[in-house]
């Protein structure tokens, strides 16, 4: 299987990386080309994989092409390869709000197009991928994708309708899970811990508590009732959480994302 990707950047060297590793994809099959020179003898040196400055270069030949660049260039990037993408080929992009039928006007009717979210702790194989696909990709070619993204975490197959969603939830949300992170270790600061051990602290106890839902399969309300004991300190630290509205601030920090997602 040879595998294209237009793009060497941070997401791409993380999905290659994982992809490799795992013995998906070998390193001698797969054509990377990026406009950076920097990015292209990084990709090459660290991953082993062919690279080039010509976009149409790295679709030619393969079979599965990944789109890794950011939305205000797929304009030009997708000009620059629709004279030699087939129908054959299963393009796979990883833009917020560009949806499979805009791959479609962009090149022909008949590309197979599977349009991913995919998230930064991919970087460290622990990534969320929400992945959905046009009529046009098989089922063995949907679930060949889905083994790519296994190689760097976990993936969820969703409607198209619900990757707007997806961003918010899976996309963007590290950046709200360090920010929690950040303030922890800010109060444990606070009250007299240094700083390398409030954080290490903190990320652990996110860690912990995300692998307690993933593994125990309770819901996460019945979780965090069974950490407030009564009249103990943790009901006291949620009391505050209420009253300054935590829940209400993430659930319209991810309402802001899905309508700029729909607006990309």
């Known amino acids: 299987m040879k ?12 999905m290659l990386t994982g992809m490799i590793k795992a013995g998906i994809v070998a ?25 080039t400055s010509d976009n ?19 304009e030009t990037v ?27 006007e962009k090149l022909i009717p008949e590309v197979k197009a599977v349009r991913l979210m995919p998230n930064t702790p991919a970087l460290v194989g622990e990534g969320c991928t929400g992945a959905c696909r046009n009529r046009n990709v098989s089922d063995d070619e949907f679930e060949f994708v889905l083994k790519m993204l296994s190689g760097f975490g976990k993936a969820y197959k969703v409607k198209e309708d619900q990757m707007d969603a997806v961003v918010a939830v899976s996309g963007s949300s590290p ?27 903190a990320a652990q106890a996110v860690l912990g508590s995300a692998k307690m ?13 069974m950490v407030c004991s009564p009249a103990g300190t943790t009901i006291d630290a949620v009391e505050v959480l209420e009253e300054t509205g935590f829940r209400g601030s993430v659930m319209g920090a991810m309402s802001a994302c899905v309508e700029k997602s729909r607006k990309i």
């Open 27 to 51: 390193a001698v099959d797969i054509m990377g080309s990026d406009a950076g020179s920097d990015k292209r003898e990084t990709a090459q040196k660290n991953l082993g994989i062919n690279v």
């Open 175 to 201: 950046a709200y899970v360090f920010m929690l992170i950040d303030a922890m270790a800010d109060g444990a600061v606070a009250a007299g811990l240094d700083r390398d051990t409030a954080i290490q602290m």
């Open 3 to 14: 595998l294209g990707i237009i793009g060497l950047g941070n997401m791409a060297t993380a």
């Open 56 to 74: 149409a270069e790295a679709v030619k030949g393969s079979d599965y092409v990944i789109l890794a660049v950011k939305p205000q260039v797929y």
């Open 213 to 225: 839902v993933l593994e125990t399969g309770k819901h996460p309300g019945q979780l965090k009732d």
């Open 78 to 104: 997708l000009a620059e390869v629709k004279q030699v993408i087939n129908k054959d080929q299963v393009l796979i992009s990883i833009a917020p709000g560009k949806t499979t039928s805009y791959l479609e």
